[in-house]
Nanobody, 121 residues
């Protein structure tokens, strides 16, 4: 199983970016998926998460600005980021709880390699 993020880059404050996270490989089903970020010198923090049923939750710092969504048919998750601020600058990582076999009901958590988001003031 592999998770690949894309869509990061450099943007001015107030701008927008859309991140994508595509899961590939031997996938039977995907439960929750999430976006995390890690700024230099800081711990990795949850940005947003979405369940298999579509329920979402967001960090207080991004509520009203970021929107998480999923395309279940494509095993892909998105993060629409609007009104970006310099403090949103970080490496953004996606993760997913994935079941890889009909015969094994357990879910394992997988992580992507990260994509850099830089917001200039």
């Amino acid at each position: 199983v592999q998770l690949v993020e894309s869509g990061g880059g450099l943007v001015q404050a107030g701008g927008s970016l859309r991140l994508s996270c595509a899961a590939s490989g031997t996938i039977f089903s995907i439960n929750a998926m999430g976006w995390y970020r890690q700024a230099p010198g800081k711990q990795r923090e949850l940005v947003a998460a979405i369940t298999s049923g579509g329920s979402t939750n967001y960090a207080d710092s991004v509520k009203g600005r970021f929107t998480i969504s999923r395309d279940y048919a494509k095993n892909t998750m998105y993060l629409q980021m609007n009104s970006l601020k310099p403090e949103d600058t970080a490496v953004y990582y996606c993760n997913a709880d994935i079941r890889t076999s009909y015969f094994d009901s357990s879910f394992n958590r997988y992580w992507g390699q990260g994509t850099q988001v830089t917001v200039s003031s």
